[in-house]
């Protein structure tokens, strides 16, 4: 074919029904050649002729990530993608029940819930600082004690809780479990009398069932979306939460209970707090669903174990009967079941004397077998990393570890702990806090020392504070601290990072310090010389 008979066929259009594939390869190709020429820089620039044939590699069209290909190894891979809450509401209720059973009856599930309390909460709760200064930027030392004696006095057992059986740092403790257990939690915030202190303000702990996740609505003809019992705006943002008027579980219903089954509740009065995985998500996970499946059939595997070495233990076998014995044999075996087989009972320590014709075939099971431990330790460092602690806190397994590789997995341990501690502080303190002090504020209930009342006008000024949570002491402090010394003498970091970083204020510390002097000086106690920094041997490895 020649140039100008070619030049009369219109190319095919890259994509569209039509194309040529073998036309495109051919040596001269048209099709090539005008496409090397409209690109900037031309031919020279593609590196090719425009009598380059292009080669088509055979199985092209499969080429693709290695994950994404569907063969014979991945036919029962999942190819569906489904929107978060799609995948949340088509298993929640199934995956919540199974965790709460493995927080009830499993040993590792209850260990990392109370890891999970006892490094985000910590014995004595989130730690809570005013932050107040006055116009010049000096400490306002009067404000900060007034606020920080009010947010205590309503935090004491009794006063925070509109049940009056918890103080702040036991609803601290069953919302974060409530959060790792179910994946979420849920507050309501209960004002006025109601409240049934001289605040005003109480919370409610909501079991997150209450919140139905069969109720949805697609948010058409001008009404607003509910996906999973929250009510969302446009933007998906809730604006209310239906709760069940009752728990869907409870068993002391009234008979024949009439009326409404859900009662709407605006958001402003709801703290609901879950970790989202995914844009749009509405509603939480529990933290352990990777691990649940393997923690199942952990527990199946130890008891399946644990029979079978009862079962070993026992003298246990079978009696064979040569042919031509009598059926019933004396002394040899105390009961005949209904088909006729000899049964007996062993004492420990006693041996019989078989008669003639009789043999006795010993049953003894080799199990477990020596590769049980490393199995049941494989499975758990699995487990450890689905629930993001180290295998050694889960586990209770110091058994190897040395200093440098126990340092490690706790540091990236408690760095997790941080992030998690921070989460908490954000979704409900920080949510709560301005509700509080508007409410200490407005009941005249921020006093200082000289007996006034704060007003409600300085509310923007005495918002400033700051939540802590807990820090930990390392096996080796001394170490830690001549470090932080060492770092503050450099100009590499400043007093109050290294205050921060023990879960301490500095301006607390000062402030201590400075007391403690005083009641020195006044004591005429002199006060206690530093202590000289000492030459630790490094541990070994």
Excluded at 215 to 241: F, H, K, S
Excluded at 468 to 496: C, F, H
Aim: aromatic residues 8%.
């Amino acid at each position: 074919m020649s140039a100008s008979q070619s030049t009369a066929i219109a190319p095919p259009v890259l994509g569209r029904p039509g194309l040529d594939m073998a036309r495109i390869g051919q040596p001269g190709s048209v099709v090539l050649s005008r496409w090397l020429q409209q690109r900037p820089g031309g031919v020279k620039r593609a590196g090719l002729s425009a009598h380059t044939p292009l080669r088509l590699v055979p199985g092209g069209a499969r080429r693709n990530y290695a994950a994404a290909q569907i063969n014979r190894l991945t036919e029962g891979w999942t190819t569906s993608n489904l929107s978060a809450n799609a995948e949340i509401q088509g298993g929640i209720d199934n995956l919540r029940a199974r965790s709460r059973q493995l927080a009830r009856d499993n040993d590792y599930v209850k260990k990392f819930l109370s890891l999970v309390a006892t490094n985000v909460v910590g014995p004595t709760g989130i730690g809570h600082q005013a932050r107040i200064y006055d116009a010049n930027g000096t400490p306002d030392a009067a404000a900060n004690k007034a606020v920080e004696r009010a947010y205590q006095a309503w935090c004491a057992l009794g006063v925070c809780d509109v049940t009056g059986r918890m103080s702040m740092r036991d609803l601290e403790h069953v919302l974060i479990k409530a959060a790792a257990r179910d994946g979420e939690y849920l507050a309501r915030i209960i004002r006025g009398n109601a409240a049934n202190n001289a605040y005003g303000l109480a919370l409610q702990l909501l079991d997150i069932d209450r919140l139905d996740t069969r109720l949805n609505r697609p948010g058409a003809n001008g009404q607003t979306a509910i996906r999973m019992g929250v009510e969302l705006n446009a933007y998906g943002r809730p604006i209310a939460y239906h709760l069940a008027n009752r728990h869907p579980g409870e068993i002391y219903a009234a008979a024949g209970e009439q009326g409404a089954t859900h009662i709407v509740i605006p958001a402003a009065d709801i703290i609901h707090g879950f970790i989202s995985d995914r844009p749009e998500q509405v509603r939480g996970v529990p933290w352990a669903h990777a691990s649940m499946l393997r923690l199942n059939n952990l527990a199946g595997y130890e008891e399946a174990a644990v029979v079978a070495a009862r079962v070993g233990a026992s003298k246990m076998g079978f009696f064979t009967k040569d042919p031509g014995t009598p059926e019933v044999l004396e002394g040899v075996a105390d009961e005949e079941d209904a088909s006729g087989q000899l049964l007996t009972d062993a004492d420990p320590g006693t041996f019989g004397e078989l008669p003639g014709g009789v043999s006795f075939q010993a049953f003894n099971p080799d199990y477990p077998h020596a590769m049980f431990a490393e199995f049941v330790k494989s499975h758990l460092r699995g487990i450890s990393s689905g629930l993001g602690v180290a295998y050694h806190s889960l586990a209770n397994d110091l058994e190897g570890v040395s200093f440098s590789s126990i340092r490690s997995g706790t540091l990236e341990e408690r760095d997790e702990w941080m992030v998690l501690q921070r989460w908490f502080i954000e979704s409900f303190h920080e949510r709560l806090y301005p509700e509080w002090l508007r409410h200490a504020l407005g009941f005249g209930l921020v006093v200082f020392d000289s007996g006034k009342a704060a007003p409600a006008s300085v509310f923007d000024k005495f918002s400033a504070h700051a939540f802590r949570g807990r820090r930990w002491q390392w096996v080796d402090p001394l170490r830690d601290v001549q470090a932080s010394i060492a770092a503050i003498g450099a100009n590499l970091k400043a007093p109050q990072d290294v205050a921060n970083e023990m879960g301490e204020d500095y301006e607390d510390v000062l402030v201590s310090i400075k007391a403690a002097q005083d009641m020195a000086a006044k004591l005429g106690i002199a006060p206690a010389a530093a202590p000289q920094p000492t030459t630790t041997k490094e541990p070994p490895p």
